[in-house]
């Protein structure tokens, strides 16, 4: 309760879809999954749906915006690097990653 009041202040105004289920969201089966992989793997450091930072920029709307925030395009060479070989302050998540995981979480972050 306390965590999704907070969630939805750092969010600010406008609906608070990180306390929307999957379905809410209108998320596939793949995009689904990639959300948990997100969950499990992205969340403790990334929000999804603010622009606010935690200990890694927030990524709400990531590939609609015309730039990462490193200043990279935002495209999905750009963002697969990051993820396989870290970036700055962010650890590389590849060797722990599946392709199948990789391409679900892929999904997932091109409906931010
Ligand atoms: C331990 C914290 C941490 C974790 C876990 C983490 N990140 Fe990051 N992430 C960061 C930090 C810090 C930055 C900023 C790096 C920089 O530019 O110096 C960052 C940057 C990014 C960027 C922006 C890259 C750019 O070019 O601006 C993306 C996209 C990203 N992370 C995605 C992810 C995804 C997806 C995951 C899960 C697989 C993840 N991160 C896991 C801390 C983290």
Redo the contacts with the bound molecule.
């Keep these: 309760m306390m965590a999704a009041l907070v969630a939805f202040l750092v969010a600010g105004c406008g609906p608070n879809r990180a306390g929307e289920s999957d379905a809410q969201l209108g998320l596939n089966a793949e995009q689904s999954v990639g959300r948990a992989?997100?969950n499990e793997?992205?969340a403790?450091?990334?929000y999804p749906y603010s622009s606010s930072s935690l200990?890694?920029?927030g990524?709400d709307k990531?590939y609609r915006k015309k730039y990462?925030?490193?200043?990279?395009p935002a495209n999905d060479r750009?963002?697969t690097q990051?993820?396989l070989s870290g970036?700055?302050?962010?650890?590389a998540?590849g060797a722990t990653?599946s392709d199948e995981q990789l391409r679900e979480?892929i999904a997932y972050?091109h409906t931010l």
Excluded: A, K, N, Q
Aim: hydrophobic letters at 45%; aromatic letters at 6%; glycine letters at 10%.
């Design positions: 992989v997100f793997r992205c403790s450091c990334h200990h890694g920029p990524l990531l990462l925030p490193s200043g990279l750009f963002v990051t993820i970036r700055g302050m962010m650890p998540e990653l979480l972050l």
